[in-house]
C-alpha cells in the first residue's frame, strides 16, 4: 500500500485535463505558467501582439468552469494591463508584506505572482508575523490569500489601514450611543 499527501493524492488520481498550449517561435506560456493556469491561478504576459502587430500586456485565466471548444480546450479570459484597472504594486500596496519592505525581494515576490504562482509571503496578523500564501486575481483587482494548510483567510486582516466598513461602523455606534446619552428633553 503507497502512502500519498492528500494533496498530491488528489492530484494523482484526478483524471487528465487536455488542454493545448501553441508556441510560436518559442513564444508562449511556459510549462509553469501553463501548468499555473491549468490550477486556476492568473498569468501575465507582457509580449502579447494584436492582429494588426501593435504590442500590449495582459492577465490570462482560463475558464475552467466554462464550456470546452471543439479541441476540448478551455477558453480563456484576458484582463488587459493597464486598461482593465488591475495594478499588482498598487494592490500590494494595501497589505502588511514584510517582503515588500526591500525591494529586490519585492521584486521577486510581484514575478512570481506574475507567473501565477503561488509564493510564500510573512504578513502581520494581530501584532504577530504569519507565514502565509498569496495569489493574484485580476479580475476582482485584488489577491487571494491562504494559510499554510492552503485554507482561505480573509485578506482584510492583512491591510495595512482599517477599512472604511469598520470606520463607518464605529461612527454609527458612539451616534447611538451619544443619543442615548443625551436622553429627551420635554
Not at 494533496?7 to 501548468?35: I, N, Y
Not at 492568473?42 to 495582459?58: E, F, I, N, P, W
Not at 515588500?100 to 525581494?105: A, D, G, M, N
Not at 494559510?147 to 491591510?159: A, D, P, S, V, Y
Amino acid at each position: 500500500m503507497i502512502l500519498l499527501d492528500k494533496d498530491f493524492g488528489k492530484t494523482f488520481r484526478s483524471p487528465e485535463m487536455p488542454q493545448t498550449f501553441w508556441l510560436d517561435r518559442g513564444k508562449g506560456f511556459s510549462a509553469s505558467q501553463a501548468v499555473n493556469l491549468i490550477e486556476g491561478r492568473a498569468v501575465h504576459r507582457d509580449d502579447m501582439l494584436t492582429q494588426s502587430g501593435q504590442a500590449y500586456k495582459a492577465w490570462f485565466k482560463m475558464e475552467l468552469d466554462g464550456p470546452r471548444d471543439k479541441y476540448m480546450n478551455y477558453s480563456m479570459n484576458q484582463y488587459h494591463d493597464p486598461g482593465y484597472g488591475f495594478n499588482l504594486s498598487d494592490v500590494l500596496d494595501k497589505f502588511k508584506i514584510k517582503e515588500l519592505s526591500k525591494p529586490e525581494e519585492g521584486e521577486k515576490l510581484e514575478s512570481a505572482l506574475k507567473s501565477g504562482d503561488r509564493p510564500q509571503a510573512t504578513v502581520e496578523k494581530d501584532g504577530k508575523k504569519v507565514e502565509v500564501y498569496i495569489e493574484a486575481v485580476p479580475r476582482y483587482s485584488q489577491i487571494n490569500v491562504f494559510n499554510t494548510q492552503g485554507k482561505t483567510e480573509k485578506r482584510e486582516q492583512f491591510l495595512k489601514e482599517p477599512s472604511r466598513e469598520k470606520e463607518i461602523n464605529q461612527s454609527k455606534t458612539k451616534d447611538k450611543s451619544a443619543s442615548v446619552d443625551q436622553g429627551l428633553g420635554v
